[in-house]
């Protein structure tokens, strides 16, 4: 049976054997490395180290004032911003504690209080991510947005502005990142708005409005508006662009596969997915995020076991005969945004010929 990948740099089909479950031998080498276990004391180590950066980061805010040196503190907090963001990834996926609730109580207090970002939202959306990555149709990371991320999607393009920025989407990609932010907390509180899922929604709304009157009491507290404005704007603009970095080099560029394919599960997430090679400064960098073939094939695994688990399912690939891809973070930067140029190059033919 032959997978047939689309709008990728890898042109070509890749054969799909059907012989049962190829995942389990994978499941049971790591299961009996002990890698699914729970890192009670990283986590809790892990959790100190960030919340203390996230407070300093405002206490900073505070001992500086009302100065433009304040605005550094601005671009220290979307970096501390992103750090609790990614210890709320993991508790989304259930890799802090035993129990769900344990793990939804970090996610709420991360996510909505800290952050202001839906926690229900995230983890709706990236489950469906994670079920399905770079499945035309079925994933969301690219589903119709600003950026086009499929031939059809960039050939179905309409309207002035629409087509300028599928023409350029590389060359905007880093900026329309500074956004990224603003949209995160718009679709946050679209989810909420709209969703029939009941679940920690009063939680969330309250979380999510302490979070909003302390932010903006707090700047508005120190700064003068003018001040404010900026630092809002260069806080959310990191914060942005630095999570966006964190997700891009994961998927994009990466083989797309088409509606009505037929893929076993291993397959699916090793063939979309690529991994950034680095050591331990990369880790804290991405959040664990660069080890994503293996987080996708275990998403509940602790993110320290994450780098002890890749020689495992590397070598296990290997034996498969599987391409288990890998690169440099700058790599993996050059492949996602030739991609994106690439899906641009009809829309500027066309233009060219005018």
């Not at 995942?23 to 049971?28: D, G, I, K, S």
Request: hydrophobic share 45%.
């Amino acid at each position: 049976m032959n997978i047939e990948i689309t709008d990728t740099a890898r042109v070509g089909s890749i054969a799909a054997v059907s012989r049962g479950s190829d995942f389990a031998p994978l499941r049971r080498r790591v299961h009996e490395a002990h890698l699914l276990e729970r890192r009670r004391g990283n986590y809790a180590l892990r959790i100190a180290l960030t919340g203390a950066g996230y407070v300093l980061a405002w206490l900073a805010l505070f001992a500086v004032g009302d100065s433009w040196f304040t605005m550094l503190v601005a671009a220290a907090m979307g970096i501390a911003f992103t750090q609790v963001a990614f210890l709320g990834h993991d508790g989304g996926h259930q890799q802090f504690a035993r129990t769900k609730r344990s793990n939804d109580i970090l996610g709420l207090v991360t996510g909505d209080l800290l952050v202001g970002l839906c926690y229900g939202w995230w983890v709706d959306e990236h489950n469906q991510h994670h079920s399905h990555p770079n499945f035309e149709g079925y994933d969301p990371d690219i589903g119709d947005s600003v950026l086009t991320f499929t031939a059809a999607q960039a050939a179905g393009r309409t309207g002035v502005v629409p087509r300028f920025i599928t023409r350029h989407q590389a060359w905007l990609f880093f900026p329309m990142l500074t956004l990224e932010g603003l949209n995160l907390h718009l679709q946050s509180g679209i989810w909420l708005w709209k969703t029939s899922i009941r679940r920690y929604r009063r939680i969330e709304l309250l979380l999510l409005t302490l979070h909003i009157v302390a932010y903006f009491s707090a700047v508005l507290l120190v700064l003068s508006p003018v001040k404010a404005l900026v630092f809002v704007c260069i806080q959310q603009a990191v914060w942005g662009v630095y999570m966006g970095c964190s997700f891009a080099p994961n998927h994009k560029g990466m083989p797309i596969i088409a509606p009505g394919t037929k893929i076993d599960f291993l397959r699916r997430q090793v063939l979309t997915t690529r991994n950034v090679r680095g050591g331990r400064f990369t880790d804290i960098v991405l959040g664990g995020l660069n080890y994503q073939v293996e987080h996708h094939l275990f998403p509940n695994m602790p993110r320290p076991n994450l780098r002890l688990a890749q020689p495992i399912v590397r070598a296990y690939c290997a034996e498969l005969g599987i391409s288990y891809t890998e690169t440099s973070l700058l790599g993996s930067y050059v492949v996602a945004l030739r991609y994106l140029h690439s899906l641009g190059a009809p829309l500027r033919a066309a233009s060219n010929a005018r």
